[in-house]
């Protein structure tokens, strides 16, 4: 017998090592094709983790590794939707490296890819570290910054909010992946300021932030052969020229944007050896633009927006709503105005969009012979205050056979571009009002077409009634119903501890309720 049971025994154990055995190959099995099959389900009510078509066929396509840099900290709103996006674009291909850096919890870390990217930062006034890129996408030595303003449209005046993740991050992955590189000229030969120059007047920033968005940047002299030296352009920037642009020069701008070239003028006022102020030469340019550029200095009265010092010539001017002014319209905070100093006016004459103004108090001088006699006042009390245009955009139609619609941007003044307003950070405002223009100007077209999210709603939409009926709640509806419910309470409890004390002593009442 005590063989038979150890046989059984035996024979048991042995079941039981094989069906071990047997449930961690199907574990094993489970994980391998769970590694090999990887689904998500999406329960958003409007299905913003599902990814669009064209982003999965990027994606898919993928040969080479990409690298995301997420700089977004853990208390910032934005972290766990982008998390939840990248996990989806995970589950279509292997080829991405996601890295996550808390720029508050991890400095040093930070401070190593602040470098790399020559990435700006700051802090807010709450103590967080705010930067001028949300998330870095990279593949070799081609990068793409993403901002805040890239990852939400926000429509104050509607009070909606569109998100715009899956764009943002699709439009980066396809731009480090293209393999056109768009040049940037800056116009030379005409006492322009010059890209190279690192004194506070000088470009040298820009076009250290120019060439961080994979740009090549390259000066070209526009005084013979202007046609020869503007080939292969995508951009042409003409930064506060101090000379007059001849008139074959001029002409040879207007046709190589009648052809497809994008232009920033950046036409500071000018004085003439007679003390009136002079005309730049791009007058051509700016009728082709629908708009005039005048030849006279703009004054701003108005103290509310003008400096104490000078003046009047440096003054703050209001942003009107167009992509180049982005971010800088609705709520914008004091840290984001523009500041301009030494502008002209432009004055808008056809398809002409202003992008920046002047208060109604400004004024325009054409002669500043006044001024350095010391009769400003005179000047002040002869001329007629109104709202000027400083800044003008407008987009051209697509010639034929051309691969982009060109634009063209004037703004009065050259002090946007400075080094200044990279440096100094009450300038916030001024370098992304450039930087919005350049980006806009010089647009590469998306390689993939990522249909947008459906827009809802911001926050609660409150009124008088609404406001009144809430009020009620909380001082006096939720109050007298917690008094209420206490009281109850309070009752009840009274009553079963004397029936508790009844129950116990029985006689005691009885004897109680005898006469």
Not at 85 to 106: H, K, M, N, Q
Not at 231 to 245: D, E, N, T, W
Request: charged fraction near 25%.
């Amino acid at each position: 017998m005590s063989r038979l049971r150890l046989s059984r025994l035996g024979r048991a154990q042995a079941l039981s090592a094989a069906g071990v055995f047997a449930a961690a190959v199907l574990a094993v099995n489970a994980n391998w094709l769970a590694a090999r099959t990887y689904v998500r389900w999406d329960f958003t009510s409007q299905a913003l983790y599902t990814l669009s078509q064209p982003t999965r066929e990027l994606l898919r396509a993928l040969d080479e590794p990409v690298e995301i840099v997420v700089l977004l900290s853990r208390a910032d709103p934005l972290t766990v939707s982008v998390r939840h996006l990248l996990s989806a674009y995970g589950a279509e291909t292997s080829a991405l490296r996601v890295t996550a850096i808390d720029p508050d919890r991890e400095p040093a870390r930070f401070l190593a890819i602040q470098q790399k990217y020559g990435i700006l930062s700051g802090k807010a006034e709450d103590g967080r570290v705010v930067t001028d890129a949300s998330i870095v996408v990279a593949r070799g030595d081609r990068h793409w910054f993403i901002t805040p303003d890239d990852l939400l449209k926000f429509d104050e005046a509607a009070g909606r909010v569109q998100p715009a993740l899956e764009q943002a991050l699709t439009e980066g992955i396809a731009n480090v992946l293209g393999t056109e590189e768009a040049t940037i000229c800056f116009s030379r030969g005409h006492d322009e300021l010059g890209p190279n120059d690192a004194g506070p007047e000088g470009l040298a920033e820009l076009r250290n932030r120019i060439e961080k968005n994979n740009y090549r940047v390259e000066e070209r002299d526009l005084r013979s052969d202007a046609d020869a030296a503007l080939s292969g352009c995508r951009l042409l920037v003409i930064a506060g020229p101090k000379l007059r642009f001849g008139e074959a020069a001029s002409e040879s701008i207007v046709r190589a944007v009648r052809g497809g070239m994008s232009a920033l003028v950046l036409a500071g006022p000018t004085v003439g050896e007679d003390g009136r102020m002079a005309s730049s030469g791009l007058e051509p340019l700016a009728a082709l633009a629908g708009a005039e550029l005048e030849d006279d200095l703009v004054i701003e009265t108005d103290a509310a927006r003008r400096l104490p010092r000078g003046l009047g010539e440096v003054f703050f001017a209001e942003p009107k709503e167009h992509a180049v002014t982005r971010g800088l319209v609705h709520g914008a905070r004091p840290e984001l105005d523009v500041l301009v100093s030494e502008s002209r006016s432009i004055q808008p004459t056809r398809g002409a969009l202003p992008v920046l103004t002047t208060s109604d108090d400004a004024l325009s001088i054409r002669d500043v012979r006044p001024i350095l006699e010391g009769r400003l006042g005179d000047v002040v009390r002869t001329a007629e205050p109104r709202q000027f245009v400083l800044a003008v955009a407008r987009e051209l139609e697509k010639p034929a056979g051309a691969k982009h619609a060109p634009r063209v941007v004037l703004v009065g003044t050259a002090s946007l571009a400075e080094n200044r307003a990279f440096r100094e950070p009450a300038l916030y405002g001024s370098r992304m009002f450039l930087e919005n223009a350049i980006s806009w100007l010089s647009a590469r077209p998306a390689l993939v077409s990522v249909p947008e999210k459906p827009s809802r709603e911001i926050g609660l939409g409150l009124t008088e009634d609404a406001l009144s009926e809430v009020l009620r709640y909380v001082l006096i509806y939720m109050p007298g119903a917690a008094a209420l419910l206490g009281a109850v309470v309070l009752l009840r409890r009274r009553a079963v501890e004397a029936r508790s004390r009844r129950a116990a002593h029985p006689r005691e009442d009885e004897d109680a309720a005898r006469p």
